[in-house]
Nanobody
Framework: QVQLVESGGGLVQTGDSLRLSCAAS????????MAWFRQTPGKLREHENV?????????VYADSVKGRFTISRDNANNTLYLQMDSLEVEDTGVYSC????????????WGQGTQVTVSS
């Protein structure tokens, strides 16, 4: 059974950094399509895909985080990361990791999410 468990969220100030972790079990993240999503207070019904990584290591970022966020993975520990730098108030939200079987389509498994709050 696939399980994804996020950690690393918290309360920080504008300009600070955070690193989120997503510990995976029941799958090998090195061979999986992995992604980070967020739900922001103003868009509670939307999951914004902020970053994703494919098995070949290719990465894609949302324009809103490009140059500030970095997605990476530790294959030995089967853990996905999201390094977030130069945080802005608009980055506040619940961040979740997810995985899907293929390069396209819906994400099949999701973590429970971790709260990130950025204050000015």
């Amino acid at each position: 059974q696939v399980q994804l468990v996020e950690s690393g969220g918290g309360l920080v100030q504008t300009g600070d950094s955070l690193r989120l972790s997503c510990a995976a079990s029941g799958l090998s993240i090195s061979g999986s399509y992995m992604a980070w999503f967020r739900q922001t207070p103003g868009k509670l019904r939307e999951h914004e895909n902020v970053a994703r990584i494919s098995p070949n290591g290719g990465t894609v970022y949302a324009d809103s985080v490009k140059g500030r966020f970095t997605i990476s993975r530790d294959n030995a520990n089967n853990t996905l990361y999201l390094q977030m730098d130069s945080l802005e108030v608009e980055d506040t939200g619940v961040y979740s990791c997810a995985t899907r079987r293929g390069a396209y389509g819906t994400y099949d498994y999701w973590g429970q999410g971790t709260q990130v709050t950025v204050s000015s």
